[in-house]
């Protein structure tokens, strides 16, 4: 029988033009043909050493986990200054379609030099699915957006193997969605101005467990809660040295602007309108979404799900429902933003096609 591999220290991804990108892997499923790779995508702040945990899980459920280090971060290539001026400027749309050409890349690597099953004909197992993580959405996302700078033959190579895009928890900033004036209330971490105050109160706010007095479908903006953090707090959970090893401070220099600079923003809102609601859409046509929510998540996650299953549901209503992709919401009824074991359960029906609605 063969032996079970998983990568405990980061693997190097060497990619065109030099960009490196660093993973931790599951390894192939031992004894499946079937097995999906799912490439998970981190957010901010808190790099994919958090979700190592989950590598031992991934195997239960025919998942090949590769958790990717993002650029800015530890292993992987930093953002030239170039690219920074680009995202800092009033067009960082070349910022983002190089976003989406290097997610395709990755897979490419993984396609070309690692054991990927091949999906099968109706698209619900092996294959690769893609999930993003928070903010990690807006990356995970860019690679199925139309104007994304995709190699023709790059394309051609992984698009056969694309399952699925896995939307896990993201914030309405992941889509470029602007805060209602009703929820102007609501704590935000990015506009605290001083940046030490803003990363120690972000790291308790995220990763606690709220009570929304309203469901996901209704949601009713008045009854989402408003504290700034809770008792129970993954983030305080962890000793020194996990809060040291899962978080970096760097890459706010970027994510700090993709989050909130206004024209990034903008930018995200028509890429994301693009790849997930595009009537016929010509990238990845037959990958399919499926978005997993923690119901005490954040507000600014309930407000998401909530946003993006209307815009589904508006197009189903319009008759759209054979032009665009398919959508799948599953929610965990005690998942917070956060990644416990659940949520690999989660993962699994997501990608297998499972509506529990």
Same mark, same amino acid.
């Given at each position: ?5 998983? =990568?405990?220290? &980061? ?5 065109? !033009? #030099?960009?490196?990108?660093?993973? *931790?892997?599951?390894?192939? $499923? ?58 800092? =400027?009033?067009? &960082? ?5 190089? !976003? #989406?050409?290097?997610?395709?890349? *990755?897979?490419?690597?993984? $396609? ?246």
């Amino acid at each position: 029988m063969a032996t079970p591999f998983h =990568s405990t220290v &980061p693997v190097v991804a060497s990619l065109p !033009a #030099g960009i490196e990108l660093t993973y *931790f892997d599951s390894g192939p $499923v031992v004894g499946s043909t079937s097995f999906t790779t799912l490439v998970l995508v981190h957010g901010c702040h808190f790099n994919s050493y958090g979700f190592k945990h989950l590598i031992p899980i991934a195997p239960q459920v025919n998942l090949r986990l590769v958790l990717v280090q993002r650029r800015d971060y530890a292993g992987s290539s930093k953002y030239t200054d170039d690219e920074m001026s680009v995202l800092r =400027s009033d067009n &960082p749309t070349a910022f983002f379609g190089t !976003a #989406g050409e290097v997610m395709a890349q *990755f897979v490419h690597y993984l $396609v070309s030099n690692t054991e990927v099953c091949t999906a099968s004909e109706d698209r619900s197992s092996g294959g690769i699915a893609i999930a993003g993580w928070s903010i990690g959405n807006v990356f995970a996302q860019s690679m199925f957006f139309e104007g994304a700078t995709l190699n023709e033959e790059t394309y051609a190579a992984i698009e056969p193997y694309v399952l699925s895009l896995v939307l896990y928890d993201p914030p309405h900033c992941a889509f470029g969605i602007p805060t209602p004036p009703t929820l102007m209330h609501m704590f935000d971490p990015f506009h605290i101005k001083d940046p030490e105050e803003s990363k120690q109160k972000f790291r308790r706010w995220v990763s606690s467990y709220y009570d929304h007095d309203t469901e996901p479908d209704v949601l009713e903006l008045s009854n989402l809660d408003s504290r700034l953090e809770t008792e129970q707090c993954v983030f305080k959970s962890w000793t020194p040295a996990l809060q040291e090893e899962r978080t970096e401070d760097f890459p706010l220099r970027s994510d700090a602007i993709v989050i909130s600079k206004s024209v990034a923003q903008h930018h995200i809102n028509r890429m994301s309108n693009n790849a997930l609601f595009a009537l016929n859409p010509r990238r990845f046509p037959l990958a399919r979404v499926s978005f997993v929510h923690g119901k005490r998540s954040i507000w600014m996650c309930a407000f998401a799900r909530h946003s993006i299953k209307r815009k589904y549901l508006e197009l189903l209503s319009q008759g759209q429902k054979d032009n665009i992709r398919s959508f799948h919401f599953i929610d965990s009824e005690e998942g917070n933003h956060f990644v416990g074991s659940h949520y690999v359960y989660a993962l699994w029906l997501a990608n297998f096609k499972i509506d529990p609605l």
